[in-house]
């Protein structure tokens, strides 16, 4: 909800020439508001941008006032739909059963799942990382049947929300958190997945995490909504 309907359009068409231009080989997934799909999907068309949706409902149809189903964001183009963002879990108490729900959905539509885990301060100063992160991803992917529409990203809840980067990890630790996460998604699903990281990254920072070994992308926040931040990090 950054941007308004008639900004988001812009930044999208920016994207698709600056992609267009640069010819990347990247994948770069788009994941606006549900307001702008339909008409970023015509945008990006013939471009090497997927589009991505930010959440969907854990019903494929019906009478779900107020909620998008998997189907219908298929039917606009999207490819990817994030599911356990932080901001969804913690603002709108969305628990791991909501969301092993909405993943069953979307992979049964069709979709490709961006699964978002992390954890709190709390947890870190505890020093119970890697265990919460382990009962997320256990209980998370649960009922998930289409292990090749899985993706993971890891954004630390301590480290997100500040585009300075102030917060962000250290490369290096996030390297071994991702070597972690998976090792665990590996054992549930029966085969390797990508591990994103996304945690207050900016231009300055992005390299570093890239550079890691068992980092396959980014989950980029707030540095997505300028498109000078966003070449600077491609």
Aim: aromatic share 6%.
């Amino acid at each position: 909800m950054n941007l308004s309907y008639q900004a988001s359009v812009k930044l999208a068409k920016s994207y698709a020439l600056s992609v267009k231009l640069k010819q990347t080989d990247k994948e770069v997934i788009v994941c606006p508001d549900y307001l702008s799909l339909p008409v970023i999907s015509g945008i990006i068309k013939g471009t090497k941008l997927s589009l991505g949706a930010q959440d969907c409902s854990v019903a494929l149809s019906g009478a779900w006032t107020g909620e998008v189903s998997a189907q219908n964001l298929k039917s606009l183009g999207v490819k990817y739909v994030i599911i356990g963002h932080s901001e969804r879990r913690q603002g709108l108490g969305e628990d791991d059963n909501l969301i092993s729900a909405k993943i069953k959905a979307a992979t049964e539509a069709g979709l490709k799942v961006i699964l978002c885990i992390g954890e709190t301060a709390q947890i870190k100063t505890k020093g119970q990382t890697r265990r919460y992160l382990g009962q997320e991803l256990r209980r998370d992917l649960s009922d998930l049947k289409d292990s090749s529409k899985l993706v993971i990203a890891y954004e630390p809840i301590w480290a997100i929300s500040t585009a300075s980067g102030a917060k962000a990890m250290d490369a290096r630790e996030v390297d071994k958190i991702h070597r972690y996460i998976g090792s665990v998604v590996e054992k549930i699903v029966g085969r390797p997945v990508p591990v994103l990281y996304g945690g207050s990254v900016n231009p300055i920072n992005a390299q570093s995490f890239l550079g890691q070994t068992h980092v396959s992308g980014l989950l980029v926040g707030s540095a997505s909504l300028r498109l000078t931040d966003f070449e600077a990090i491609d």
